[in-house]
């Protein structure tokens, strides 16, 4: 770990080497500003900079990058600013380094303690396209679907899978999420009748995004071996899904209503130069090969070693509520505390997945469309090997049939209203961690209508 | 047809009724600015507001309404401000008001030829939403794919299916259009074995596409009775499709890249209030009825009387190619000019649409989907009855089996490189016509690897 003079706690996700972005705002100060977590603390950036301590060349001629709401100004001016960036706040925040450790008034109102600050949303997210890179989610969901014989789709070992998600309904961690309603098919008459109603099957989907720095120009793609370059930073992602409503809309055209009332984000962006100690080379992609536009180096790092978990919290008076019958009504209390015990319900890693954030960003352009500065890209659900590899209660329960158990004694097949799910994630180095902090959000009940 | 001083060639789509909005910019002032066309004329709205003359109460408040390169702001501002801004405008533009016909200065400053403009996109568009609303195109491609007993899928008559698009490859009327490579299945073998090329099955989709005004909060549904006054205007859209690359990778998540290479629209918003003489009702929904979330009064006038029209114009040097061998490269010079002859492929009116826009607004955020101005909704591929009613050439050639034939005596299955696609629509009223006037794009050919 390298030692800061900001106190960082042994087990922190933010030591000196990680120095995540986000956008935050306080009591005082409710004016949305870019910063940087160190501990237990929060380096305002705005005014760093209006300080004039970000003195390098690349950051001196672009001196209003952090006097903004949103990072995409910071984002879109590439790996030089942020390499300098990076540089500059790590010899601020040394131990040895006294111009604001030493100097009490600057520091008091340069660095906030974590615990005061609120987070917004850390960039205006253009477009949102998720990807479905799994190789173990997408054969346990086409096992459950065909079985085991034609579990994959014949085009998904060629291309990285992907949808366009809905930009608007990207919440940062701590939003609630309201369960939707939509059209489900509850009976088996045939042809079937849909009806209107709250969705009975709520469900979370473990992934990891990345946002875009440099964009790219209509008609030009990004080549796979220049597409880390325009990668910004990695948060979590909970792609909450409807499986009710998604199994009767999305045919042909893919998942609609059923994904786009809500998805959340962790809010500290960790850079790739604080992933770098962790990266690691993906699954071998040798059958088939992918084509030439796809194909990396063997052995390339470019996934990276994230241990990430996701735990279901019961709101505290849930205790023993069964999901028999469905819908959202029998959680009791969901308008209280969620102060239930967390129950780690998937273990899952970065380091598996099949296609890479690089492939998805020469797959997404290769016909020439545009990425842009803040837009977002999700890895779709992460599943892997053992006995909570299962990146979505989907799947952990396959399709509903085989509930699991919280630590109250309650079982769940999908989300209860008052269930908070908490996602985190980290790398482990030796003797510290580089960490995404949490990406949590409770169920409220659906609206009356 | 309403009188103004300023002249209107008797076809013209843009008489005093119309009144549609753009953003658009002269070589002189090449600031981005908002303007109504009217004749052949654009009136500089941002000129008009700093002239004091927008000075009704609600745009008094909102004095920078029209100070920006987007819409935006001002389709925040809602129905009491269009309509403001609509009164005022007529008034200024009567051919009995002197304010601005009498003062050749401020007219000069104030009213431009629309030949020495060039247009942009209307607004920052968060959110592109493209549906599937026409029965008669749903009904054709599902007797292709899956013949005339199980044409419509099961969902199609109970919900108006859609999928998230992508905003940042919108581009306006007028811009070249690059055919995408992408991965396409040429043979038959099994399992199949994908390549990368230019995509030789590139298509145009003639669409109708509706600007969002003022939003609605996450998880507040608008109810399909107050969907219209969330509707700012409408223009035409051109969603281009390679169905090469769609046929391979829109299973299970639909079109991705297929679609996002470029959608066009055209540059003129044309509002409500002009429409409304020609507003009409839908074809019936009573078998089934949409379920009540969904179900507008028997006889509500919520489609509109657009003719809408598509004309492929070849390249000068294309005569005679033919599509056979596929891809783009057969089509000539294609970096000429496009002066060949257009023709007629299509003939189609909205009237007919199945599915209507307060309706898909209804189910866009039925699960609490927040809408954003400046968000745009297309209709789908709109089709009717009729010897050219095809709304697209998938459609028009029966999945390419049947070749279209051209003015020049030429043929296309697909589009050729150095075609360009025109999509026109009007209202036709008593001696006049309300019109989108014009979207086009020239197809260009792939990109050199
Ligand atoms: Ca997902
Ligand atoms: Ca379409
Ligand atoms: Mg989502
Ligand atoms: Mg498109
Ligand atoms: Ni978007």
């Not at 952090?66 to 990072?71: A, N």
């Not at 477009?127 to 014949?154: C, K, V, W």
């Not at 779709?380 to 989907?394: K, M, N, W, Y």
Request: contains cysteine; charged residues 15%.
């Amino acid at each position: 770990m390298l030692a800061s003079w900001v106190p960082v706690p042994a087990d922190s996700h933010f030591p000196l080497n990680n120095l995540p972005y986000g956008v935050f705002s306080t009591a005082t100060s409710p004016l949305p500003r870019p910063g940087v977590a160190i501990g237990d603390s929060v380096l305002d950036l705005a005014a760093v900079q209006r300080a004039g301590l970000l003195s390098g060349p690349v950051l001196s001629a672009a001196n209003n990058c952090f006097q903004q709401p949103v990072l995409n100004a910071f984002m879109a001016l590439g790996r030089p600013a942020w390499a300098e960036a990076r540089a500059t706040l790590l010899r601020l925040l040394s131990a040895d380094e006294g111009v604001l450790r030493d100097d009490v008034a600057l520091r008091s109102r340069l660095l906030l303690p974590r615990s005061e600050v609120r987070m917004h949303l850390p960039a205006a997210i253009g477009d949102y396209t998720d990807f479905y890179a799994s190789r173990e989610h997408a054969t346990n969901i086409g096992i459950m679907f065909r079985g085991r014989e034609n579990a994959l789709q014949p085009n998904w070992l060629h291309l990285p899978v992907g949808y366009h998600g809905r930009a608007s309904s990207i919440v940062v961690s701590g939003t609630d999420v309201r369960r939707p309603r939509g059209q489900v098919v509850r009976g088996t008459a045939q042809p079937p009748v849909p009806s209107f109603e709250a969705s009975a099957a709520l469900d979370y989907e473990l992934e990891v995004g990345c946002f875009i720095g440099p964009g790219n120009e209509l008609g030009c793609p990004i080549p796979v071996e220049r597409a880390a370059e325009h990668i910004f930073g990695y948060v979590l992602v909970n792609d909450w899904s409807a499986r009710d409503i998604q199994r009767w809309e999305y045919v042909p055209l893919g998942p609609f209503t059923s994904k786009n009332f809500a998805t959340s984000i962790s809010p500290w962006i960790v850079t790739p130069d604080a992933l770098e100690p962790f990266a690691c080379s993906a699954p071998p992609q040798d059958d088939p090969q992918p084509l030439p536009y796809l194909r990396q180096r063997p052995g390339e790092r470019t996934n990276y070693d994230i241990q990430l978990e996701v735990a279901i919290q019961p709101s505290s008076s849930s205790s023993g509520c069964s999901t028999e019958g469905g819908g959202g009504g029998s959680a009791g209390d969901a308008g209280g505390e969620s102060s239930g015990q967390p129950t780690v319900v998937t273990r899952s890693n970065l380091r598996t997945m099949y296609w890479t954030l690089p492939q998805m960003i020469a797959h997404h352009t290769a016909g020439g469309c545009p990425l842009r500065p803040g837009d977002l890209l999700a890895s779709g659900t992460l599943s892997c090997e053992g006995p909570l590899g299962a990146g979505c209660l989907q799947e952990a329960t396959w399709g509903g049939s085989r509930p699991v158990r919280l630590g109250d004694g309650s079982e769940r097949t999908f989300l209860l209203d008052g269930d908070t799910v908490v996602m985190s994630g980290y790398c482990q180095g030796e003797g510290y961690r580089v960490g995404f902090g949490e990406c949590r959000g409770m169920v409220l009940p659906a609206a009356e209508l």
